[in-house]
């Protein structure tokens, strides 16, 4: 006997409609950055995380927790923004087993030239159709399913900071 616990008619619209947020808007953010920047919403979200850190370093793990990635994908990304300049990646000094991630002042450079249109597409796509309430109730929403797809808080969109790891 089938004892699926099947979702109720309100509980899939919903669904559905985060699934469609979830499929959509990457591809928005992605337009738009590679439009107006040459990157992918991931290689800024990198870049702008690394800026947000003491001395713009973060350990590639602390980054791949900041960034909510895998330290493969992420190893990745950072190979090819260090092709184009905008960081380096050098030996941790207290721990030669782990890298640090910095950006560099052109890494710098580019994130300061490409938050505004970064920051006026997420107000206009996600920001300002939402009320204050909204925004909170999103906020709330999110970290509860944060924290059920992630319990052990490996990634720190659920409120840690990257700062908390810092590159030593």
């Not at 699926?4 to 699934?19: G, H, I, S």
């Not at 509860?144 to 659920?158: E, G, K, S, Y």
Request: charged share 25%.
């Amino acid at each position: 006997m089938d004892d699926t616990r099947w979702l109720t008619p309100e509980q899939l619209t919903a669904w559905k409609k985060f699934v469609a947020v979830v499929e959509v808007l990457p591809g928005i953010l992605d337009s738009q950055l590679q439009h107006d920047s040459d990157v992918t919403h991931f290689e800024y979200f990198t870049m702008a995380m690394l800026s947000e850190s003491p001395e713009r370093t973060l350990r590639m793990t602390s980054l791949a927790s900041a960034t909510n990635s895998t330290l493969p994908r992420l190893s990745h990304v950072v190979s090819r923004l260090e092709k184009r300049g905008y960081v380096d990646r050098n030996p941790c000094p207290e721990d030669r087993r782990a890298t640090n991630a910095t950006l560099t002042e052109a890494g710098w450079q580019k994130v300061v030239a490409t938050a505004p249109g970064h920051v006026r597409t997420v107000r206009q796509n996600v920001i300002e159709p939402l009320t204050d309430a909204d925004v909170a109730d999103l906020d709330r929403i999110m970290g509860r399913v944060l924290h059920t797809i992630d319990p052990q808080n490996r990634f720190t969109a659920n409120g840690e900071s990257p700062r908390a790891t810092p590159a030593d």
